[in-house]
């Protein structure tokens, strides 16, 4: 029974792990926390560097922004060409994270793996009182400039690896002075389809992406994409969040006992 049980869920756990990276991403932002340890698990075994699997990753989970992208779009009509500089400075700092990671070799990478997780999992939980420190500190005002500099920054990080940059976007807007939940999730989703969008392209012009890999988890982290954003207002976002913090702890203290 153990030896084709085992097989059976290494099968399983991607296209799983995809779905709900798609759902949570949405929800609460971390989904990389599920999906690239489940790649990563299974393009080892094939032969596949840790870099092309990050890109494998990034590509995949992009279609998912893009259906959450299309459920907020009402929420996004009355921005119109206000959404432009904000959608550039993402490009421009999206890019640039992904230029890193083409040339960040797979060994390098796998050593800073688990930091980057734990840089992620704390951050997310810091986000829940540094957004309410930076909203207060804004005084209601909104700080364009800094939003476009912030934004660019942040999207750096997001083309590069992109776990918890959904939390780094949201404090940013509260600090620029942008307070409403449900505008400030449609602006978040808005910026990471742009920001892990440019480096997708990228990477798939650099024949950097795994297909064999990739195509079951676009599909699927795209459909719990699309659920998310659909059930997001019914969803207890703080609790959600917790969850994703425990997940990213777990997740980040594997891979140091992966690579002591």
């Not at 939980?125 to 364009?144: H, I, K, M």
Request: aromatic fraction near 14%; proline fraction near 4%; charge should be positive.
């Amino acid at each position: 029974m153990a030896p084709t049980l085992i097989p059976l869920l290494r099968l399983c756990w991607l296209p799983v792990a995809s779905f709900f990276a798609g759902v949570l991403n949405t929800i609460a932002g971390g989904g990389s926390f599920l999906s690239l340890p489940a790649l990563l698990a299974t393009t080892t075994v094939a032969g596949v560097g840790a870099v092309s699997a990050q890109a494998t990753n990034t590509v995949a989970l992009w279609p998912g922004q893009l259906t959450s992208l299309v459920a907020f779009r009402k929420q996004l009509q009355t921005y119109r060409w206000e959404l432009l500089p904000l959608g550039l400075a993402s490009g421009a700092g999206g890019w640039l994270g992904g230029f890193l990671l083409l040339h960040t070799g797979n060994r390098r990478f796998r050593e800073m793996l688990p930091w980057l997780l734990l840089f992620a999992a704390v951050m997310f939980v810091l986000s829940f009182p540094l957004g309410r420190w930076l909203a207060n500190l804004s005084n209601g005002r909104r700080y364009n400039t800094a939003l476009l500099i912030g934004m660019f920054v942040v999207s750096v990080y997001v083309g590069y690896f992109g776990a918890g940059g959904g939390f780094l976007v949201m404090a940013l807007f509260g600090f620029c002075g942008i307070h409403d939940m449900h505008e400030m999730n449609a602006l978040k989703v808005l910026t990471a389809a742009v920001s892990i969008g440019i480096p997708s392209i990228s990477f798939i012009i650099a024949g950097r992406v795994q297909w064999r890999f990739c195509l079951i988890m676009t599909i699927l982290a795209a459909i719990g994409g699309y659920l998310g954003a659909h059930y997001s207002r019914k969803v207890n976002q703080r609790a959600m969040r917790w969850v994703v913090v425990v997940i990213g702890f777990l997740t980040a203290g594997y891979f140091f006992l992966q690579h002591p």
